[in-house]
T-cell receptor
Framework: DAGITQSPRHKVTETGTPVTLRCHQT?????MYWYRQDPGHGLRLIHY???????DKGEVSDGYSVSRSKTEDFLLTLESATSSQTSVYFC???????????FGPGTRLTVT | GESVGLHLPTLSVQEGDNSIINCAYS??????FIWYKQESGKGPQFIID?????DKRQGQRVTVLLNKTVKHLSLQIAATQPGDSAVYFC???????????FGTGTRLKVLA
């Protein structure tokens, strides 16, 4: 897992509440990613970061924002959670000369 | 744990046989490809990668074949073991970016 942790691992929240998921890496990787994984869709990119304070949108970014104030932390915020955001969220990091992405263990989010 | 989906295509193989998992990718300009393994409740784990200027790459018990003519990628696992049971999916990298597109995956079941 290349030192990638996610918190919380499980969360249940109500529609309309804000939620923040945290990804932490210890390998000083430059690139970090947030994906969601849903049945029948595979992993879909929400946002990614190519450096501190440098972020860009992925294919399913609506309703999500991110922040990266330090190399090791990448936060994903659901501004006002909806039931369609119930999913498993994975963080990944990549750096160095390799294109290999290392994934965290995932966060299962349920919006009721 | 985090599950990857209930209706994935499934490949069942006898323990000790070879497995071949296929993937069709979308962008003929993609320049890098990865195969991942995902066990139940865990994040995806890197297996093997290949660059677009190669046709074949071998690792320990695994081989990836790339056919750019038909945009096809395959993963061959030799002497399949019970521990190989998991969901496998491919990812392609967009050229000039660090964004990846993931396939939906294939579930591999190893029969004793």
């Amino acid at each position: 897992d290349a030192g990638i942790t996610q918190s919380p691992r499980h969360k249940v929240t109500e529609t309309g509440t804000p939620v923040t998921l945290r990804c932490h890496q210890t390998e000083n990787h430059r690139y970090m990613y947030w994906y969601r994984q849903d049945p029948g869709h595979g992993l879909r990119l929400i946002h990614y970061s190519y450096g501190v304070k440098d972020t860009d949108k992925g294919e399913v970014s609506d309703g999500y924002s991110v922040s990266r104030s330090k190399t090791e932390d990448f936060l994903l915020t659901l501004e006002s959670a909806t039931s369609s955001q119930t999913s498993v969220y994975f963080c990944a990091a990549q750096g160095g000369a390799s294109y290999e992405q290392y994934f965290g263990p995932g966060t299962r989010l349920t919006v009721t | 744990g985090e599950s990857v989906g209930l209706h994935l295509p499934t490949l069942s193989v006898q323990e000790g046989d070879n497995s071949i998992i296929n993937c069709a990718y979308s962008n003929s300009a993609s320049d890098y490809f990865i195969w991942y393994k995902q066990e139940s409740g865990k994040g995806p784990q890197f297996i093997i990668d290949i660059r677009s200027n190669m046709d074949k790459r071998q690792g320990q018990r695994v081989t990836v074949l790339l056919n750019k003519t038909v945009k096809h990628l395959s993963l061959q696992i030799a002497a399949t073991q019970p521990g190989d049971s998991a969901v496998y999916f491919c990812a392609e990298k967009n050229p000039g970016t660090y964004k990846y597109i993931f396939g939906t995956g294939t579930r591999l079941k190893v029969l004793a």
